[in-house]
């Protein structure tokens, strides 16, 4: 794991005020290893707790005062990994930050709170929220030179940047994502979202699995898997609070035959991706290599971009005679916009009813041949 991540300049900014702070992100992405990182260099203050172990998950279910302050001690910064594992849980952090104020909580979880059906504002008064993601090629570089970083992209492509199978050998890489995968989204979605129909869940995934870059088609789906159109939204709306994919709505504001209320779904690590369609094929040998190019891309920009922009800023623009523009970035007076390409017959060109309507910042198109230049 790099030894500087994306989110360390906020996170030493919101160390220092009396919020909760909550580290969000899918199991293994680094939460642990951040948290531990920070008691290890703050080893007098700070204490870290894991909530997977059955006495300190009694302790908050408790809400015992002393008995709680009593396992904090005497440290100043309490780091709570996997909160989600605990009973009400934002009762019980709000509890804490009333009841024992002397302590800073720092707090990770594998879902978001918004699942529970609270109020913005209240998230907003007390807590602070910093998302972890799997590493980004940016983050790796100041661990690795280019050369090695740009030797492995091809597996990365592949299996994907999640730390611990990024740094796996590439005879285990399969195996290590199928176990997390198992552990991630068909043991903690289950347990902690109540998710009783796991064919189900799985069918869904799948389906964003083989759709990544297009338009899912929702309704089509559901009347294949035989539920209801709000039945396959709620699944895909708990997969992006539980931080596995992302959607991107559809670009509309002038031109009449833009689309309206089309999404298109990604995941935020390419392997994960590959893991539900069981396809780890070398990227030279595989008919989707673009699709995948493209979510490698996107995911990229969210992840670097998470830190300037919020997620509901991007967007992919289509309109119904099939003019296109992967991803749309919306500012207050002009739009960035990039394309991704795998291996462009011809030079590519950006849709002239797009160019002529909208006031252009940034345009890029990108290739395999400018991936430093886009990295950087």
């Known amino acids: 794991m790099p030894a500087c991540r994306i989110i360390d300049e906020d996170f030493e900014t919101y160390i220092k005020d009396d919020k909760v702070l909550v580290l969000y992100g899918a199991r293994q992405v680094g939460k642990s290893t951040f948290m531990r990182q920070f008691v290890q260099a703050n080893s007098e203050e700070a204490l870290y707790l894991n909530?997977?172990?059955?006495?300190?998950?009694?302790?908050?279910?408790?809400?015992?005062?002393?008995?709680?302050?009593?396992?904090?001690?005497?440290?100043?910064?309490?780091?709570?990994?996997?909160v989600q594992t605990i009973e009400e849980v934002l009762d019980v952090l709000l509890l804490l930050k009333k009841q024992l104020s002397q302590y800073k909580m720092v707090v990770s979880s594998s879902a978001s709170f918004e699942l529970m059906e609270?109020?913005?504002?209240?998230?907003?008064?007390?807590?602070?929220?910093?998302?972890?993601?799997?590493?980004?090629?940016?983050?790796?570089?100041?661990q690795e030179d280019w050369m090695d970083t740009e030797s492995k992209f091809p597996l990365t492509l592949v299996y994907g940047l999640y730390p611990h199978v990024y740094d796996t050998e590439i005879s285990d890489k399969q195996q290590a994502l199928a176990h997390f995968t198992d552990d991630m989204l068909f043991k903690d979605l289950w347990k902690q979202l109540d998710?009783?129909?796991?064919?189900?869940?799985?069918?869904?995934?799948?389906?964003?699995a083989f759709n990544i870059g297009r338009e899912l088609p929702i309704n089509h789906l559901a009347k294949e898997l035989k539920v209801a159109r709000m039945t396959i939204e709620r699944y895909l709306d708990i997969l992006e609070k539980s931080f596995i994919i992302?959607?991107?709505?559809?670009?509309?504001?002038?031109?009449?035959?833009?689309?309206?209320?089309?999404?298109?779904?990604?995941?935020?690590?390419?392997?994960?991706?590959?893991?539900?369609?069981?396809?780890?094929?070398h990227i030279e040998h595989r008919s989707d290599a673009a699709q995948l190019w493209e979510n490698f891309c996107?995911?990229?920009?969210?992840?670097?971009?998470?830190?300037?922009?919020?997620?509901?800023?991007?967007?992919?623009?289509?309109?119904?005679?099939q003019a296109?523009?992967?991803?749309?970035?919306?500012?207050?007076?002009?739009?960035?916009?990039?394309?991704?390409?795998?291996?462009?017959?011809?030079?590519?060109?950006?849709?002239?009813?797009?160019?002529?309507?909208y006031v252009i910042g940034n345009q890029e198109f990108v290739t395999p041949k400018e991936l430093q230049t886009f990295l950087n």
């Open 195 to 208: 998710i009783r129909q796991s064919t189900l869940l799985r069918k869904v995934l799948k389906a964003v």
């Open 246 to 281: 992302f959607s991107l709505n559809s670009y509309n504001r002038k031109l009449s035959n833009e689309l309206k209320k089309s999404k298109k779904y990604y995941f935020f690590d390419n392997g994960l991706r590959n893991t539900m369609i069981n396809n780890f094929n």
């Open 324 to 357: 296109e523009i992967d991803l749309v970035l919306e500012n207050k007076d002009h739009v960035d916009i990039w394309d991704f390409k795998w291996k462009p017959r011809r030079k590519p060109k950006f849709p002239r009813s797009f160019m002529t309507t």
């Open 51 to 82: 909530c997977d172990q059955v006495h300190i998950m009694d302790t908050l279910h408790s809400r015992n005062i002393a008995r709680i302050a009593a396992l904090f001690g005497k440290h100043r910064f309490i780091c709570l990994d996997e």
């Open 298 to 321: 996107v995911s990229e920009i969210i992840k670097q971009a998470s830190r300037q922009y919020r997620s509901d800023q991007f967007y992919f623009w289509r309109t119904y005679d």
């Open 118 to 142: 609270v109020s913005a504002s209240l998230l907003e008064q007390h807590f602070h929220f910093i998302n972890l993601y799997p590493l980004s090629l940016k983050e790796l570089q100041s």
